[in-house]
């Protein structure tokens, strides 16, 4: 694993991070989130668009979510970043365990983080569906069309060969950072 250092600070690193909720007043729970990770060592730079999304993948009959996505900095290793974002969602009131993709007040996901690819039993680094959802690429996109993954694999062309079965609609303006 290599840390690619961020051009503001050598000891920081640049990353992304995936918000959603569809439980409450998900607009309040993501910018509550994006007010949240200071406390815990990462500082939000900018955030997308959000985005109303249809519910993928194992619960589909629940309320849309809205998502967006945010460029962060951080000085928190892997591990470290995932626990934060754990706790965010903790403190907002997301309970541990629930239904694997089921109704939340907060999803904070770790997307990418630098150069880092990671495999460990708690996160993947990049995260393992950042190239198979439209709902991640393109707040992603966003925020920087030329991303791409540690691979090389480019996050536009991703999205390109994506089906748009995905419904994706833009909900409303960036979070404030």
């Not at 409450?24 to 900018?46: E, I, M, N, S, Y």
């Not at 109303?52 to 809205?66: A, K, M, S, Y």
């Not at 694997?100 to 983080?113: F, K, M, Q, T, Y």
Request: aromatic share 4%; proline share 8%.
């Amino acid at each position: 694993m290599s840390w690619k250092s961020s051009t503001t600070d050598p000891r920081t690193v640049i990353g992304y991070l995936g918000l959603g909720s569809n439980v409450g007043d998900r607009r309040a729970h993501l910018q509550a989130a994006v007010h949240a990770l200071a406390a815990h060592g990462v500082t939000p730079l900018k955030s997308s668009c959000t985005y109303e999304t249809d519910p993928v993948g194992e619960i589909l009959d629940q309320p849309d979510f809205l998502n967006a996505c945010l460029r962060v900095e951080t000085a928190s290793r892997p591990i470290a970043l995932l626990d934060a974002c754990k706790a965010v969602e903790r403190e907002l009131g997301r309970a541990a365990g629930g239904p694997r993709h089921g109704p939340r007040p907060i999803d904070v996901d770790v997307l990418l983080l630098g150069d880092v690819e990671l495999h460990h039993e708690r996160l993947s680094l990049p995260h393992e569906q950042v190239l198979a959802r439209r709902f991640v690429l393109i707040p992603l996109l966003e925020l920087d069309f030329d991303l791409q993954t540690p691979a090389g694999d480019r996050l536009a062309d991703a999205l390109a060969r994506l089906p748009v079965t995905e419904g994706v609609r833009r909900g409303g303006p960036p979070l404030a950072t």
